[in-house]
């Protein structure tokens, strides 16, 4: 087992471990200094020093470098002033120079020596000039980072439709696959506007669940099919995997239909496959 520290770079963004500095008590939300590849970085502590297997290491592992200072804590907030400003001349820069692309956020490294810009474009763009362009305006070194649509989301953030924050800006470290078979498996509608995110891309959340409802699944007939009650054959009309029973139709003998919900044990029908991965591979999204 090893001491950590867990830390985050951004709210809900992705864990990295670094071990404690000999010495240093650390606490949640406490701000502190790293050391990464791109340099110094101000972090915050997700959660304060545990024990974890070797094995869930990413070696080698870092030390943190100081508890933030009131120093640090001041030049990190004047950095975060001016991200605003350096945005707005971004995007004047990116229309003068007539790019098809949309700027998503900047960050400002901790050493003060450069700007990174992230944005989304719906193809490759050729940003040579303007990276030239606010290198002359910043006085730093400039670098563009294209992302996707969902880091988009993630980025800026927003109201999902269940009325909570996104999964991606608020609880999720980072993105799962998702398919159009999770939807079909939780029998869900499949309009893309009913499970599609803000990002227009399929909503994190079908994931969830997801174990549940397959093995709910193989025990429960398909909805359409025969099946055996303990009133005679019934056609099932309507599936609730939660409480694990099944809503069946059958004839009353004078053309019209008698619903009845039955425990999915206690009828007899053929089992049936839930719909293959390669079906809906075209729909996964990572």
């Given at each position: 087992?090893?001491?950590?520290?867990?830390?985050?770079?951004?709210?809900?963004?992705?864990?990295?471990?670094?071990?404690?500095?000999?010495?240093?008590?650390?606490?949640?939300?406490?701000?502190?200094?790293?050391?990464?590849?791109?340099?110094l970085?101000?972090?915050?502590?997700?959660?304060?020093?545990?024990?974890?297997?070797?094995?869930?290491?990413?070696?080698?592992?870092?030390?943190?470098?100081?508890?933030?200072?009131?120093?640090?804590k001041?030049?990190?907030?004047?950095?975060?002033?001016?991200?605003?400003?350096?945005?707005?001349?971004?995007k004047?820069?990116?229309?003068?120079h007539?790019?098809?692309?949309?700027?998503?956020?900047?960050?400002?490294?901790?050493?003060?020596?450069?700007?990174?810009?992230?944005?989304?474009?719906?193809?490759?763009?050729?940003?040579?000039?303007?990276?030239?362009?606010?290198?002359?305006?910043?006085h730093?070194?400039?670098?563009?980072?294209?992302?996707?649509?969902?880091?988009?989301?993630?980025?800026?953030?927003?109201i999902?439709?269940?009325?909570?924050v996104?999964?991606?800006?608020?609880?999720?470290?980072?993105?799962?696959?998702?398919?159009?078979?999770?939807?079909?498996?939780?029998?869900?509608?499949?309009?893309?506007?009913?499970?599609?995110?803000?990002?227009?891309?399929l909503?994190c959340?079908?994931?969830?669940?997801?174990?549940?409802?397959?093995?709910?699944?193989?025990?429960?007939?398909?909805?359409?099919?025969?099946?055996?009650?303990?009133?005679?054959?019934?056609?099932?009309?309507?599936?609730?995997?939660?409480?694990?029973?099944?809503?069946?139709?059958?004839?009353?003998g004078?053309?019209?239909?008698?619903?009845?919900?039955?425990?999915?044990?206690?009828?007899k029908?053929?089992?049936?496959?839930?719909?293959?991965?390669?079906?809906?591979?075209?729909?996964?999204?990572?």
């Amino acid at each position: 087992m090893v001491k950590v520290v867990g830390i985050k770079f951004k709210s809900g963004g992705k864990l990295y471990y670094f071990a404690p500095k000999a010495g240093d008590t650390y606490v949640r939300n406490m701000p502190v200094i790293v050391e990464t590849s791109r340099g110094l970085e101000y972090a915050w502590v997700a959660y304060p020093e545990r024990e974890v297997e070797e094995k869930d290491i990413v070696q080698p592992l870092k030390s943190i470098i100081r508890i933030a200072t009131q120093k640090d804590k001041d030049f990190y907030a004047a950095c975060e002033a001016k991200k605003p400003k350096a945005i707005q001349i971004c995007k004047e820069k990116i229309v003068q120079h007539g790019l098809e692309m949309k700027l998503i956020d900047c960050e400002y490294a901790f050493d003060g020596n450069s700007i990174i810009f992230f944005f989304t474009a719906a193809s490759r763009v050729d940003f040579r000039n303007l990276v030239k362009d606010l290198a002359s305006t910043f006085h730093m070194r400039i670098e563009l980072r294209q992302v996707g649509t969902r880091d988009e989301t993630k980025y800026l953030g927003g109201i999902a439709p269940c009325g909570r924050v996104c999964c991606c800006a608020g609880n999720m470290p980072e993105f799962k696959k998702v398919s159009v078979k999770m939807a079909k498996t939780q029998g869900l509608s499949l309009n893309p506007g009913k499970i599609s995110g803000l990002c227009g891309r399929l909503m994190c959340c079908l994931g969830y669940e997801i174990d549940h409802y397959t093995e709910s699944a193989k025990k429960m007939p398909k909805v359409g099919s025969e099946v055996i009650t303990p009133d005679g054959k019934a056609i099932v009309v309507n599936l609730d995997m939660l409480r694990m029973n099944v809503k069946t139709k059958a004839d009353d003998g004078t053309g019209g239909w008698i619903y009845k919900d039955y425990p999915a044990k206690d009828l007899k029908f053929k089992k049936t496959a839930l719909p293959s991965d390669k079906e809906d591979s075209p729909a996964e999204e990572e």
